[in-house]
């Protein structure tokens, strides 16, 4: 997985590919990822779903607005109207609130050429370069391949934020996960603790009584293993339900999670298999048939 932000170039490809290509190699020598969607006339479809994943998956878009339209939905966009398929990037990204700049390329800038576009399009491309003129600071303007390379170059301290902004993201996203890791350690040992720490409150057939023993059993475990107080009620038997979901739980936690979750006759039964594969383990005999134990022995 690339620790680069990806920046999503979209331009018409017939026509901008070579200052697309330069666009992204000048990206790649500053520490960014390029990305792109080529668009054919030979493809099927709406695209507008693919598009909107690409622009969703990259940290940012840069537009080259060139004199071509290039393909587009054969209906109006709800939101947009009519556009094409290289519009929709930039329109759809500035919906989402993801930064956009867009670099108007003039008349006399090198292109690979769309001389067969009728003059319909290229009347919708001319209202679409005039729309992005009118908003203002968030446009560049270029006559050539040298001065592109020099914007995307100016373009650094903005970019630098973006990486910044990114790192930030990365490193909340890492400290959520190791927050919930540290918090499945501190669950996993109180639920391998229960069982003892009920056993040292005596128990009663009074149902009252069982919900008491068991929010003192609680209560101390919270304590002794520095969980927010009233939390083991309504984590614990969440996440033993999550244990005996996984292939990888040991037979014994199988069973602690099996008695935190009050399905005890299974529970008994995981716990003597617990058992069983201690004393293998150990080298010493198993029990056949296995002892009838009176209640969950597990810890």
């Given at each position: 997985m690339t620790t680069r932000p990806v920046i999503f170039i979209?331009?018409?490809?017939?026509?901008?590919?070579?200052?697309?290509?330069?666009?992204?190699?000048?990206?790649?020598?500053?520490?960014?990822?390029?990305?792109?969607?080529?668009?054919?006339?030979?493809?099927?479809?709406?695209?507008?779903?693919?598009?909107?994943?690409?622009?969703?998956?990259?940290?940012?878009?840069?537009?080259?607005?060139?004199?071509?339209?290039?393909?587009?939905?054969?209906?109006?966009?709800?939101?947009?109207?009519?556009c094409s398929y290289t519009q929709y990037e930039a329109l759809y990204a500035r919906q989402q609130d993801k930064k956009v700049w867009y670099l108007i390329l003039g008349p006399d800038h090198e292109k690979d050429g769309c001389a067969s576009e009728p003059a319909t399009l290229h009347d919708l491309q001319d209202a679409y370069r005039q729309t992005v003129k009118s908003y203002g600071d968030l446009y560049h303007s270029s006559d050539s391949l040298l001065k592109t390379e020099n914007v995307v170059l100016k373009l650094r301290d903005d970019l630098a934020k973006l990486r910044e902004e990114g790192d930030k993201h990365r490193q909340l996203v890492e400290s959520g996960i190791a927050t919930i890791k540290d918090q499945n350690d501190l669950l996993l040992a109180a639920l391998r603790d229960l069982p003892g720490t009920l056993g040292k409150h005596a128990q009663s057939q009074n149902p009252q009584d069982q919900a008491s023993r068991l929010a003192t059993a609680y209560a101390e475990l919270e304590k002794q293993h520095h969980l927010p107080p009233g939390s083991l009620e309504k984590e614990l038997p969440k996440f033993a339900e999550q244990l005996l979901l996984r292939t990888d739980t040991s037979a014994l936690d199988r069973a602690n999670a099996l008695f935190a979750t009050k399905k005890f006759a299974e529970c008994e039964a995981a716990a003597l298999q617990a058992k069983d594969q201690a004393l293998a383990a150990a080298g010493k005999p198993v029990q056949t048939p296995p002892q009838k134990v009176a209640g969950p022995f597990i810890h």
């Open positions: 979209s331009a018409v490809s017939r026509d901008l590919h070579s200052a697309r290509d330069l666009v992204a190699k000048t990206l790649i020598a500053i520490g960014f990822e390029p990305k792109w969607q080529d668009i054919a006339p030979s493809e099927t479809g709406d695209l507008r779903g693919v598009l909107r994943k690409w622009v969703d998956d990259s940290a940012a878009v840069l537009q080259l607005v060139g004199h071509c339209y290039g393909f587009g939905p054969e209906e109006p966009d709800p939101d947009f109207g009519p």
